[in-house]
């Protein structure tokens, strides 16, 4: 009998094959996206430094609802003005093997409507 692999298993495999050909420096970081059932969060990250360079999620923006697109959107225009502050403009998207579609779309639109380029 076959095994079926999660599909959690499968987009992080999907991930794993992305983040061979995707990476941040110093001048155009990574903008990954998780999102769970209750939240979505989004990191700027340096991966020459190997470093976290601005992080926010739907919880520390205590939003009443956080697993949804309305969330997704706030996400994304708060770590777009985080990244202004710390005088990041450009980036490069990483959807971690999720399908760019709902809450990542929203998010990813939302940041660029915001300011960051991508």
Known sequence: MVKKNSRNHERIR???????????????????VFRSNKNIEAQIIDDQKKVTLVAVNSKSLKLKNGGNI?????????????????????????????????RVEALATAAREAGLKF
């Not at 999907?14 to 990954?32: E, M």
């Not at 959107?73 to 959807?95: H, L, N, P």
């Open 14 to 32: 999907r991930h794993v094959r992305v983040r061979n050909k995707i990476s941040g420096d110093n001048k155009t970081p990574r903008l990954v």
């Open 70 to 102: 309305e969330a997704a959107k706030a996400v994304g225009k708060a770590i777009a003005t985080k990244a202004q502050e710390k005088k990041i403009s450009k980036v490069v998207f990483d959807r971690a093997g999720y399908l760019y579609h709902g």
